[in-house]
């Protein structure tokens, strides 16, 4: 099984779009913060520790919202909420 798919069991998350190497490195960060020496070890911290899960869904997911990136947003909460044209 690949790690990708791997990930995507474990933290229920969707990782196709994501670079390997990007999900290597988010896992050695957790890893050292978890003192955990390979893979295998993480991988069995993982299982034993639930809240780990959580940590590493946060480790490699960007929280971002688009309503602040979108000037048509703007646009629209100018025009039908402020009442400006």
Aim: proline share 4%; net charge positive.
């Amino acid at each position: 099984m690949s790690l990708q798919k791997s990930i995507e069991r474990l933290v229920r998350i969707k990782c196709s779009n994501y670079k390997e190497d990007y999900i290597k490195r988010r896992i050695l960060s957790r890893m050292r913060l978890t003192d955990t020496a390979d893979f295998e070890a993480y991988h069995k911290y993982l299982l034993a520790n639930p809240q780990e899960l959580d940590l590493l869904r946060n480790a490699l997911t960007i929280n971002v919202t688009k309503f602040f990136r979108d000037p048509e947003v703007f646009e629209a909460i100018r025009r039908e909420i402020l009442g400006t044209p």
